[in-house]
Structures are given as C-alpha cells and as structure tokens.
C-alpha cells in the first residue's frame, strides 16, 4: 500500500510539514520526482529545516527514506543537505536510501541552464538556474548519467562523453565556464554519495510493501507545474500528479491508496507564468509579508493572489485526492475582506473550466468577498474552535469543490496543525 502527498497549486504549498506531521503514521517515504529545485521546510522544536532532495521523513529515526528512480540528483547541493541535517540530529546513513537508476545533475548542467534562460530574453521560464532542464532533456534524449554509473570503473569517461557535449553548446551560447573551478567539488561529492544506499528501489519497495510496510510518497512542486498538465510552458520538467508516482518509483498503479492534496488558502507562484488571481498591489506585498512567501531554496520573492477554484478543482480531478489539507490559513488572520475566485470570465463566458491555456486567455476571475477573520489560529486545536467567519469561508470552498478539508495547518511548527474528525 502506498498513499501519496501532493500540492494542488503552483509548489510552496507546505508539502514538507504536512509529510513530517504524517510519517508516524507510515514506514516509507519516498521521494518520486523533482530535484534541488524543490524546497520543503518542516519546522519543530524551535528550529527550521530545509531539505531540498531529501525526503521529509529523514528526521524520524523509525522511517525508511527513499529518492525514487524519478528524482534527479545534484551531488554537490545533496553533500550540503546531508551536512546540515547530520547537525540537526537526522542519521541518513542509516535510513536514507537512493535508486540507482535516479539521474545526476552535472555542474555543466547547471551552466546550460543558465545560459539557454540568458538566450530566451524576455520569454524566461523563470528556472531556478539549479540545472533541472538540462537534466531531465538528457535522460529523455538517452545521453544522461544516473546514480548506478557512478559505482562503474569507466564513470569518469561516462561523464566526459556528456560534458563534452554540454561544452559545445555553451560555446553555441557564447557563455563563459571554467571547467577547472566546478569539476573538483563534484568529483569529491560524488565520492562522498557512494557512502549511501544506492540500490534497486523498484525491488525494495515491492519487498517493504509484501512485507506490510506503509510507504508515503513525497511530490515536489505542485500539480499546476506538471509538464504534461500544469501551466505549459511556464512548468517544472517532471511529472507532479499522482501519476507520476508510479514512473518515479516504479510501483503499480494499484498499490496507491489515499491521496493527500494540499492547497494554501490563498495562492503564490514563483518565477513567470500565467497567475489569474495574481495580487501585484500593496494587497499581495502584505499577503507576501504575512505569509513569509519567499523561496525556501532560492530566497527569491513568490508572487501571492487569492485562492483560485477553478484551478484547484482540476487538480483535485487529475490526481484523485481523497485527502483535502489547508495550510497558511493563519496568515490570512487580520484581513478585512478575503475574495476567493469561484469561475473565470472569458471573451463572455463564465466557466468553472480552466481554458486550453492560461497563457494566452484572457480571464476575468469572478469573486466572491468574505469577512476575515482576527486572532492567532495557531494555539487552536479543534476545529470547532476556529473563527466563525473562518468556517464560514472553508465551507464555501468545501462546497464549490465537492470534497471535505480533512486537515488545516493554522501555524508552520509540526503541533500546529488540526486534523477533523
């Protein structure tokens, strides 16, 4: 049996604690996809963490953590995370295990990324520059390297044979590299990687779940960034759906069982990209401020707007949630008036749909206003103590979207966090 953890928006939607605040309840989890470009903080005891690579469950000794086949991996960036968290009392050597069919994110990687979103101009993506593309382009086009090469006799050669390549095209770009600097840090990571677990994680999950064990599957980003799905062009390179857990860690599709799917209760983005409740006013710098939105890998400032339903419904229906769970419900506390998008206008129509494409529609969200409510949510335990204009506001997304909130997070800290009956 596996259950799957999943963002219903454009990524930053709390994933990481929410997964921290269910491990107990599970033997695995299990990255399936996504890199460095993901940040998940999970925040207990005083102290914050950011894991990037790492799966969520890394600081609970009794969890078997897992980076799926779909995952890829940077070695320099996973050295640094593993440093960290060794000092914030997690022992991956122990519980972290790594596929080796997972792919590695060389430093020329990251030098194509960059140079190819210098090359767009105007027309960015708005990539984390962390090499992510470049990547995920080399393993579709059967050119990459996975973790298993590293484990080979000939792997410098290996690795030659694709930075040969990537060299060329930064010499198309006219973009300036130093092999000389970059490469020492990435042969000593990857010496420092061959301490782990690098196994066959198709057989090993398959042995964990014949054997009783639960296993929780831990996305990146969020369902609005799928390539296949999300706001094309402006997406991540990976599946983000429920789907894409069965590619990302090799498991059938009958093995997945709950579906937990997480939206803010209002919405962020970041980098470029269609955003139809986007609040680029004093209104969403507040928004921005109260809800500390800002890149938890790249510090960089996520742009905020209002809960989008039409939006939210569609990733409800492509993943089969069966798990709704709130978060950031508390930065909303304060707030005179909150509007929430219930359909968008298009050229006359108004539609619960989302269109063909974000991109080039032109939408005219429809609102709907509540009164907002005031105090600290995050000493409240029950839901039936929450605010009344606060139910009020949830029982209308309830009823627009057709499925019960299970959970709300009111506060970023682990405890904070009421689970309804």
Known sequence: MIDVVLGLQWGDEGKGKIVDVLTPQYDVVARFQGGPNAGHSLEFNGQKHVLNTIPSGIFHKHCINIIGSGVVIDPITFKKEIEKITLGGAEPLVNLYISEKAHLILPTHRLVDAASEA?????????????????????????????????????????????????????????????????????????????????????????????????????????????????????????????????????????????????????????????????????????????????????????????????????????????????????LSGLGEIPVCHSYEIDGTVSDKIPYSLVDANINPQYQSFTGWTGDLSKIKNYHDLPETFKTYMQFVEDQIGLKVNTISVGPDRDETIVRS
Not at 146 to 174: C, M, P, S, W
Not at 195 to 201: D, E, G, L
Request: proline share 4%; aromatic share 10%.
């Open 119 to 331: 090359n767009k101009g105007e027309h960015k993506i708005g990539s984390t520059l962390r090499g992510i593309s470049p990547t995920y382009q080399d393993k579709i086009g059967r050119s990459g390297l996975r973790v298993g090469d590293i484990l080979a006799a000939n792997f410098n050669q290996k690795y030659e044979v694709v930075a040969a390549n990537h060299r060329t095209l930064l010499d198309r770009f006219n973009h300036p590299y130093n092999m000389a600097e970059i490469e020492p840090a990435f042969f000593e990571a990857i010496e420092f990687l061959k301490q782990f677990k690098i196994v066959n994680t198709e057989y090993f999950l398959d042995d964990l779940m014949n054997d009783g064990k639960k296993v929780l599957a831990e996305g990146a980003q969020g369902t609005l960034l799928d390539i296949d799905y999300g706001t094309y062009p402006f997406v991540t390179s990976s599946n983000t759906i429920t789907g894409g857990v069965c590619n990302g860690l090799g498991v059938a599709p009958q093995k997945i069982k709950k579906v937990y799917g997480i939206f803010k209760a209002y919405c962020t983005r970041v980098g470029s990209g269609p955003f139809p409740t986007e609040q680029d006013n004093e209104q969403g710098e507040e928004l921005r401020q109260l809800g500390r939105e800002f890149g938890a890998t790249t510090g960089r400032p996520r742009r905020t707007g209002w809960l989008d339903l039409p939006t939210l419904k569609y990733s409800i229906m492509l993943n089969g949630v069966t798990d709704l769970i709130c978060t950031k419900s508390d930065v």
